[in-house]
């Protein structure tokens, strides 16, 4: 059974840092993982996917990676803004299987 | 948005009463997905459909069923509600691409179980 853990569960960075939000899986036979940004009270909204053939794939200030072997991706933000605050959401789909989600990592960005 | 829309958007009910939340799409999409969300848990999958009355359990299936008679709606029923299914109900779609598969999701409803 697929599983899908994020680390940090919270995390708080000056506005301007450059930060990483991680996610890890236990079987790497996926298909492509996605990050989605749920704003508080609000749906989730796809940012990045990834196909399990790709290494990364990049969306202005937001970068995805992808290294199946270990089970990992990270998602690079760049030059955070205030605007950027919110949950960040990883899903792995697997072949024949629904999509599986990570609990999330809740950012702030402060002024 | 992907035309996804949810009713009602809040809910308030007693234990023991039967709810439905209903997910209407405009875009003809083939597969709808509900899920809950709860702290701690993340998004955990209810039941979802491959096409009109296909439909399939999830994860966290017990105490729900499913109806999806028309391709645009998606019906969630909670037989018997109970304090333990107070949460928010997300309805999703996706549609099968290569591998480009993404899911989009409705605004929520939030369920509160008295």
């Known amino acids: 059974k697929q599983e899908v853990t994020q680390i940090p569960a919270a995390l708080s960075v000056p506005e301007g840092e450059n930060l990483v939000l991680n996610c890890s899986f236990t079987?790497?036979?996926?298909?492509?993982l996605q990050w989605f940004r749920q704003d508080p009270g609000k749906g989730l909204t796809s940012l990045l996917l990834?196909?399990?053939?790709?290494r990364e794939q990049t969306s202005g200030r937001l970068n995805a990676s992808l290294d199946k072997s270990s089970g990992r991706s990270t998602l690079y933000i760049a030059a955070s803004q205030p605007g950027d605050s919110a949950t960040y959401l990883c899903?792995?789909?697997?072949?024949?299987?629904?999509?599986?989600f990570g609990p999330g990592t809740r950012l702030s960005v402060l002024p | 948005d992907a035309g996804i829309t949810q009713s009602p958007r809040h809910k308030v009910t007693e234990t023991g009463t039967p709810v439905t939340l209903r997910c209407h799409q405009t875009?003809?999409?083939?597969?709808m997905y509900w899920y809950r969300q709860d702290p701690g848990h993340g998004l955990r999958l209810i039941h979802y459909?491959?096409?009109?009355?296909?439909?399939d359990k999830g994860e966290v299936s017990d105490g729900y069923s499913v109806s999806r008679s028309k391709t645009e709606d998606f019906l969630l029923t909670l037989e018997s509600a109970t304090s333990s299914q107070t949460s928010v109900y997300f309805c999703?779609?996706?549609?099968?691409?290569?591998?480009?598969?993404?899911?989009?999701f409705g605004p929520g409803t939030r369920l509160l179980v008295l």
């Open positions: 999703a779609i996706s549609e099968p691409a290569g591998g480009w598969e993404t899911q989009y």
């Open positions: 079987d790497s036979a996926i298909y492509n």
């Open positions: 990834i196909q399990s053939s790709q």
């Open positions: 899903a792995v789909l697997n072949y024949g299987q629904n999509f599986v």
């Open positions: 875009e003809n999409h083939r597969y």
């Open positions: 459909s491959y096409g009109v009355k296909d439909t």
